[in-house]
């Protein structure tokens, strides 16, 4: 019964550099979700995906690319982090039915960019 | 555009007191309107939410909240509070109307303290 699995929990990049972030989920939900977390400013929503095979941008997507690989698989790519990148990762999932449906979270990725 | 705001960053409360945590939206349409908790290290769990119907909605541990369209507001409310209840709150507002109903919108987040 794991829910929403994000790995990794913890990293440090440097400037620059590269990561994945990756997410499953084993709910069978349609949806998947990426936010980021900083203090004051509650959750931003940076890519989602409504369905298998579709991605769209959220309110904050730039530096960030997401790849559906499946429908339980969402992962978020940074090319070249930056420190404004700094900040805890949660990804989300949910279903897509009449009456609508909350969000599940995972535990989040708390990313540090130096 | 939605927005969501919660007016306190920082309530205290004592063990035992009643607690009521505002939430403001402002949104063109019908909302869907939720409460999250987080603990500290956690992800978030939703306490509550309001789709439609009646407008004041039960969830989790005891919480309660009232929708009032009149105010634009959701407010979280509960009559004793417990020392497990510290941790952060979050309000947030979607799309009635459209298919991808995760496409939140957070408000800042309150964070509680209780006093033993």
């Known amino acids: 019964n794991a829910g929403v699995t994000q790995t990794p929990k913890f990293q440090v990049l440097k400037t620059g550099q590269s990561m994945t972030l990756q997410c499953a989920q084993d709910?069978?939900?349609?949806?998947m979700y990426w936010y980021r977390q900083d203090p004051g400013m509650g959750l931003r929503l940076i890519y989602y995906?409504?369905?298998?095979?579709?991605?769209d941008k959220g309110e904050v997507p730039n530096g960030y690319n997401v790849s559906r690989l499946n429908k339980r698989e969402f992962s978020l790519r940074l090319e070249s982090a930056a420190p404004s990148q700094t900040s805890v990762y949660f990804c989300?999932?949910?279903?897509?039915?009449?009456?609508?449906?909350?969000?599940?979270f995972g535990n989040g990725t708390r990313l540090t960019v130096t | 555009a939605q927005s969501v705001t919660q007016p306190d960053i920082h309530i205290t409360v004592s063990e035992g007191a009643s607690l009521e945590l505002r939430c403001n939206y402002s949104y063109g349409a019908t909302p869907y309107l939720f409460w999250y908790v987080q603990s500290p290290g956690q992800g978030l769990q939703l306490l509550l939410k309001?789709?439609?119907?009646?407008?004041l909605v039960q969830g989790i541990k005891g919480f309660e909240a009232e929708f009032k369209r009149s105010q634009s507001s959701f407010n979280l409310r509960k009559p004793s509070v417990h020392w497990s209840d510290a941790a952060e709150y979050f309000c947030?507002?979607?799309?009635?109307?459209?298919?991808?109903?995760?496409?939140?919108?957070f408000g800042q987040g309150t964070i509680l303290t209780v006093h033993p």
């Open positions: 995906s409504a369905s298998e095979g579709t991605t």
């Open positions: 989300a999932s949910s279903e897509v039915r009449a009456g609508g449906s909350p969000l599940h």
């Open positions: 709910m069978n939900h349609n949806s």
């Open positions: 309001y789709f439609s119907g009646d407008t």
């Open positions: 947030a507002v979607g799309n009635a109307g459209g298919t991808s109903y995760g496409k939140l919108t």
